[in-house]
């Protein structure tokens, strides 16, 4: 029987393959679920601080922070890219990559020097080959992001916005929009964009402690780093989703292909057994 | 009257929703100091320090919550507490900046480390390849 043996042992070794990717989709699966529920939850403190920032610009029209103050010349464009920590994620990662190349080229077609800020193992690998500098950066965030693993890399590119080393800053992450779709979004962080007037329904005049400019820097900066947390949450939300649909294809292919093994493997088993029987049939009349 | 004698109040992080609904009474470490807030108090916008967010419920009972930092809001219906989740102060923020910004030059400095092994890399599936090629062929002539 030659071969069975062969085609016995390969059969085992998908099908142990075919456990880990089924493994692999079901704890993506449950990970999404409670990934999508973060995203849920930090979406009203993000909300009420853009209002209470609507509030503070409106009623304070004289003093205009410099996260606020578009620049006319824009010769230095930051960019945060949150990517993930591990692969097998099917092409989560490299679309991502290719929006912030693009966006890279077009400033950089406008004449301006780009800086990164790269979160997430992957991103790294990928962007320490190009001659891009990176200014900060901070990766195995874990599938549960917290603000303060972010608090220090977002300061660096607020502080690098406030002495003038940056013009710009954008935020680019995988955007969920399904299970099955996620698309790579790209988000101005600064200057901030506010809230127009007819937006806010209502309107009060505040007593501020100490004094608006310290209450609108300390907001602002809180902000932002909301903006990031939540760009960080719903990648890993992403992240999950495509591992989840890549492990569940690779499964699916698993299988077609132990069907397929199985198939051969019977034909050869059977071929033997024709084979031996002709020859016992073909001894039998010769004696 | 059971409105009057009520606020709203939200108290919200970053990571979550931590406590809504209508309490007597709010206490909050203001970076001024600790404020009291009872319902019908003016429209205030101020910054928190860390410390501890006190509610009193209609039946009296307290409860309270640790804050980071933060801002309060005060709205003539509700009162919004954006708390921290992190312990915040000027040179814990200073250090973690310093940190991120050593990371990233760490990771720099190898980078013609990183590019040789991923040359290396490369060319190690190369050759692995040409030898999965050359045991086929010897299977299909032997």
């Known amino acids: ?19 880990i990717t089924k493994a692999m989709e079901m704890v993506a699966a449950s990970k999404m679920r409670r990934a999508q529920d973060r995203m849920r939850l930090a979406r009203p403190y993000a909300e009420k601080m853009r209002v209470a920032i609507g509030h503070l610009n409106k009623a304070n029209p004289d003093y205009r922070h410099p996260f606020l ?23 989560l990662n490299i679309n991502l990559f290719k929006q912030v190349l693009y966006l890279m080229r077009e ?66 992450n995988a955007q969920f ?9 790209v988000l101005q962080l600064l200057p901030v964009e506010t809230l127009d007037a007819s937006e806010l329904q209502e309107h009060w005049d505040y007593i501020y402690e100490p004094d608006a400019a310290d209450i609108l820097d ?65 001894g039998a009349a010769a004696v | 009257m059971a409105e009057a004698s009520t606020i709203h109040v939200d108290i919200v992080s970053a990571e979550g929703e931590i406590f809504s609904g209508p309490v007597a009474m709010v206490f909050a470490p203001a970076i001024m100091g600790e404020l009291g807030i009872a319902p019908r108090h003016a429209p205030l916008l101020t910054l928190l320090k860390a410390g501890e967010v006190r509610v009193r419920m209609p039946d009296g009972q307290e409860q309270s919550f640790f804050v980071g930092g933060g801002a309060l809001e005060v709205q003539p ?3 919004t ?34 590019i040789e092994q991923a040359e290396a ?16 062929l010897r299977k299909i002539r032997g």
């Not at chain 1, 929009?177 to 979004?185: C, G, H």
């Not at chain 1, 300390?218 to 591992?243: D, F």
Request: charge should be positive; glycine fraction near 6%.
């Open chain 1, 1 to 19: 029987m030659p071969g069975t043996k062969e085609i016995r042992t390969k059969i085992t070794s998908v099908k142990s393959t075919q456990k």
């Open chain 1, 69 to 91: 103050v578009e620049r006319a010349d824009v010769k230095n464009v930051g960019v945060i890219v949150i990517s993930t920590d591990r692969g097998l994620a099917g092409s």
């Open chain 1, 107 to 172: 400033w950089q077609g406008k004449g301006a020097q780009v800086s990164l800020c790269i979160i997430g193992a992957k991103g790294l690998a990928f962007f320490r080959r190009l001659a891009t500098p990176i200014l900060a950066n901070v990766t195995h965030l874990g599938d549960r992001p917290h603000v303060k693993d972010l608090i220090g890399t977002v300061k660096v590119m607020l502080d690098a916005y406030r002495d003038g080393t940056i013009d710009r800053l954008f935020l680019v």
């Open chain 1, 177 to 185: 929009v399904n299970t099955m779709t996620q698309k790579p979004n």
């Open chain 1, 218 to 282: 300390g907001l602002l900066m809180r902000y932002i780093e909301s903006q990031v947390y939540r760009g960080a949450v719903e990648n890993v939300a992403c992240e999950m989703a495509a591992r989840m649909v890549a492990m569940k294809s690779a499964s699916d292919n698993a299988g077609k292909l132990i069907n397929e093994l199985q198939l051969v493997y019977n034909k050869a088993r059977q071929a033997a057994i024709t084979k031996e029987l002709s020859e016992i049939v073909g």
């Open chain 2, 77 to 79: 219906k509700r009162v």
């Open chain 2, 81 to 114: 507490v954006l708390a921290d989740t992190a312990l915040r102060a000027r040179d814990i923020d200073e250090a973690a900046a310093l940190a991120a910004k050593q990371r990233a030059e760490e990771a720099l400095r190898d980078r013609a480390g990183a």
């Open chain 2, 121 to 136: 890399l490369a060319e190690l599936a190369r050759a692995a390849a040409q030898l999965k090629m050359i045991e086929r």
